[in-house]
């Protein structure tokens, strides 16, 4: 099930779906996404589907991963990204393989302890990780070209957009549990006004505050 044939088939679902960016799916179909899930659910890995990863998270469905890479790419080329929500390291693999340095926070460490192994494991050295409190950002290396949150917010964190940079994206979605919506923000130039756009329905995890040990 972790077949180059079985890779195959999902990357050629994401594009029937509508990914169209070719070096977000040829990341996809070189990163092993077995290697992100315990052995159990390994075997499930090249499903399109969300799938849990203990803690009440989940690795998200290889489309949203795909879908939320694509937006971010799609307004040009991002230098410097910030990653709210480290889970087990997917999402933060496929960015490193797209752009220059990615920073990752995770308010779980022992989620955050396996992804470093495993960025280890597929020699990723451009991701710097840290286990805080995603809900506020990681000021100390902003401003970001872009923001990538995956876990939900009831409302967009003002903290995250005071740390993109001009012409910075934030791919965000936010809502109530059951109720959320994936969006495409922009800041605009270096002034304090951004361009919100709405992508589709989604379905993630909540934001939460404060750090787990």
Not at 39 to 65: F, K, M, N, W
């Amino acid at each position: 099930m972790t077949s180059q044939r079985t890779r195959e088939r999902l990357i050629q679902r994401l594009q029937e779906q509508g990914i169209r960016d070719h070096r977000v799916l040829d990341v996809m179909r070189v990163t092993p996404r077995h290697i992100f899930l315990d052995e159990a659910l390994s075997h499930r890995a090249y499903e399109d589907t969300a799938l849990p990863i203990g803690y009440s998270q989940t690795i998200s469905q290889p489309y949203v991963v795909a879908l939320m890479t694509e937006l971010l790419l799609s307004r040009g080329p991002r230098d410097r990204v910030l990653e709210i929500g480290t889970g087990c390291g997917y999402q933060a693999a496929i960015l490193a393989q797209l752009v220059d340095k990615v920073y990752t926070v995770e308010r779980i460490k022992p989620l955050l302890l396996k992804a470093r192994e495993r960025f280890r494991r597929l020699g990723l050295r451009n991701i710097i990780s840290a286990h805080n409190d995603g809900a506020i950002g990681w000021a100390q290396y902003a401003p970001y070209d872009g923001i990538i949150t995956t876990a939900a917010p009831a409302r967009v964190p003002e903290e995250l957009l005071a740390q993109l940079a001009p012409d910075g994206v934030l791919v965000i979605p936010v809502g109530p549990e059951g109720d959320q919506e994936l969006r495409l923000i922009q800041r605009q130039g270096d002034s304090a006004d951004f361009d919100e756009q709405v992508i589709t329905r989604v379905r993630f995890v909540p934001l939460l505050s404060g750090i787990q040990r």
